[in-house]
């Protein structure tokens, strides 16, 4: 079966690097930014399965493979819901899933109207094409509606309450053709800069309940899909639950860890899920796991050879401030033992959130 996936980053890589022992999937990548109607269209007609690796993907692409939306898993509107921050809150209302409080918003009027009803601070983002905390605006006074504007208006925005949320976290999970799922382990993930810096598992303190109540979460939303393939849910965690906060209709990179940390890993399952397959198990397969990303021009290459019980993956990008270069997983056989061997790696970790775990 060929399995074709839009997008050839690290997220390509990994999902075709999960399933080399599997000699009847062959995995295909286009490559987005070379993209070109004739090459898409020989692409599409070869994949048996169409497939993407980010919901960032242009109009003009998506209404060319909507002809193939009857091979492309997961489906085409859960890719468009998943692209539009506005979509994305109203589809996360509709599956019983709790967001922050949020206002539509194309004028400057319009935002002062969303930052009276929904009280300062505001976080405003455009609706499209923002990740990594791009295309991002935080309003913490009324002087600052007009410079968000300035700065990221004139187009469709979306505009958030803001969570007070005593961390981050997310959930994952495959579901196959007949709606059996799997869920992976939460972690806890550490942001910077609007960037994920690292994934821990477990997530510590995280209770019982609040995790029942993400997996619940994750159940309702795949199933309102009828999804097929990996699915993350990002979410805040508050004092008293959880709030979503997006999600990614794809592989994430919070679910890294399970590569080595858990018994099949979220690129595997979405390649099985999406080939008719038996999805395999999610459990973690060491007491404590941490993930790391590399990033602008942390030295990866310095930073892990050699050591005992991590794992280098290196994206073979060029260095860039910013960029995702690549990943280092530390898994351990105890949280003690991950924090020290994390700590002995804190060079990549900006100072500023190192004390978060140290
Ligand atoms: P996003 O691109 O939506 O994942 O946002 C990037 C980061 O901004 C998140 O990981 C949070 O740290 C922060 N953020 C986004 N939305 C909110 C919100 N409504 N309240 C508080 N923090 C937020």
């Given at each position: 079966?060929k399995?074709?996936v ?7 890589q990994?999902?075709e690097?999960s ?8 995995i295909?990548?286009?490559?987005l930014?070379a993209h070109?109607?004739?090459?898409l269209a020989?692409?599409?007609?070869e ?12 109009d003009h692409i998506v209404?060319?493979?909507?002809p ?5 898993l997961?489906?085409?509107d ?13 589809a996360?209302?509709n599956?019983?899933i ?7 918003v194309t ?5 002062e109207?969303?930052v009276?009803?929904l009280g300062l601070p505001v976080?405003?983002k455009?609706t499209?094409?923002?990740?990594d905390g791009?295309g991002q605006?935080?309003i913490r006074?009324?002087?600052d ?6 700065a990221?208006?004139?187009?469709e925005?979306i505009?958030?309450?803001?969570v007070?949320?005593?961390r981050e976290t ?10 059996h799922?799997?869920i992976w382990?939460m ?5 910077h ?8 598992y ?15 979460y994750?159940?309702?939303?795949a199933?309102h899909?009828?999804?097929?393939g990996?699915i993350?849910?990002?979410?805040f965690e ?5 709030i ?9 990179n919070?679910g ?6 858990a ?9 099985l899920a999406l080939?008719?397959q038996?999805?395999e198990?999610a459990?973690?397969?060491y007491?404590a ?6 990033i602008g021009?942390?030295q990866?290459?310095v930073?892990?050879d ?10 073979g ?5 910013e960029r995702?270069?690549?990943?280092i997983?530390?898994v ?9 061997a994390?700590?002995?790696l804190a060079v990549?970790?900006p100072?500023?959130i190192r004390?978060?775990?140290?």
């Open positions: 079966m399995i074709g839009l997008g050839n980053g690290q997220l390509g990994m999902l690097q399933v080399t022992d599997l000699t009847d999937i062959e295909s990548l286009y490559d930014r070109d109607d004739a090459l020989e692409f599409l007609k994949a048996d399965i169409v497939t993407f690796e980010t919901e960032n993907i242009p209404s060319l493979v909507e193939v939306k009857d091979k492309t997961p489906g085409i859960a890719l468009k819901t998943f692209q539009n921050r506005l979509l994305e809150k109203r996360l209302r599956a019983g709790a967001t922050a409080d949020f206002a539509a004028s400057l009027d319009e935002l109207q969303a009276d009803s976080v405003l455009t499209t094409a923002g990740y791009k605006f935080l006074s009324r002087q509606v007009e410079k968000a504007w300035q990221i208006g004139g187009r925005l505009a958030e309450a803001f007070p949320f005593v997310s959930i994952i999970a495959s579901r196959d053709r007949q709606g799922m799997v382990p972690t806890d993930n550490m942001h800069r609007g960037m994920l810096r690292y994934s821990l477990p997530a510590q303190g995280l209770s019982q309940q609040k995790m029942a109540l993400a997996e619940q994750i159940r309702s939303l199933e899909f009828d999804y097929v990996t993350t849910l990002e979410l508050t004092a008293d639950g959880l979503a906060n997006e999600v990614a209709p794809r592989v994430h919070s890294h860890w399970s590569i080595e940390g018994e099949a890993s979220q690129f595997r399952n979405h390649i080939a008719g038996k999805l198990p459990a973690a397969i007491p796991v941490a993930m790391l990303n590399v021009d942390e990866p290459a930073i892990a050699g050591r005992k019980n991590v794992y280098r993956h290196s994206y990008k060029e260095a860039r401030p995702k270069l690549g990943h997983t530390i351990a056989d105890s949280v003690e033992q991950r924090d020290l994390v700590a002995q990549v970790i100072a500023e004390d978060q775990v140290m």
